[in-house]
């Protein structure tokens, strides 16, 4: 069987500079009847085990530090012992969230992951965060972007940590460099693709 994606919306509160912010998360379980990996673990865990339906969790990868993306990340893990991946250049965000615990893997520059026959290899892509990650696969002719390219353009960049020449430096050599039908697949909206995406990074 194929290698398939799903996606979950998860809502919850992004904090940011002491005010809070409603946000919609998208979360994406690439894999098949059996086995998943999971990108993205915001705000709750319970939708997001409702999506994985008992299938085993290969890994949880996070694209980055922002608590909108990694808070149900240890709960995640407790309820289905996958390892958690987190790009070590983000580590002073995850500890503001999880002080007590830490990710289990480093995630880099290449680092890749094989589910359902499917792999996908990590492109650090700072500017967002330092550690800012992508996950492409080609054989899905698609890239899951995190924070980093949306539907109209580069993530923002008033955030924690955030540079926005470091960003669309990232962006025009890292993503507008793979094929212009992959599908962007990003952290929150609408999916979009390299193509469309290329006018909207200045």
Known sequence: ????????????????DGQDFDVDN???LVG???????IDAPHDAAPILDAIGGRRVTAIVLTHGHNDHITAAVALR?????PIWFHPADRML???VHPDTAPDSDLAEGTRFTVAGTTLTALHTPGHSPGSTCLHAPDLATVFTGDTLFHGGPGATGRSYSHKPT????????????????????GHGDDTTISAEMSNVR
């Open 1 to 16: 069987m194929t290698a398939r994606i799903d996606k979950t919306v998860v809502s919850g509160v992004f904090s940011l």
């Open 32 to 38: 098949d009847d059996d086995e998943v990996l999971v």
């Open 94 to 96: 995850w500890d503001v």
């Open 78 to 82: 407790e309820a289905t012992g996958a």
């Open 167 to 186: 960003i669309l430096n990232s962006i025009r050599s890292r993503l507008l460099s793979l094929h212009g039908d992959t599908v962007v697949r990003t």
């Open 26 to 28: 998208n979360v994406w």
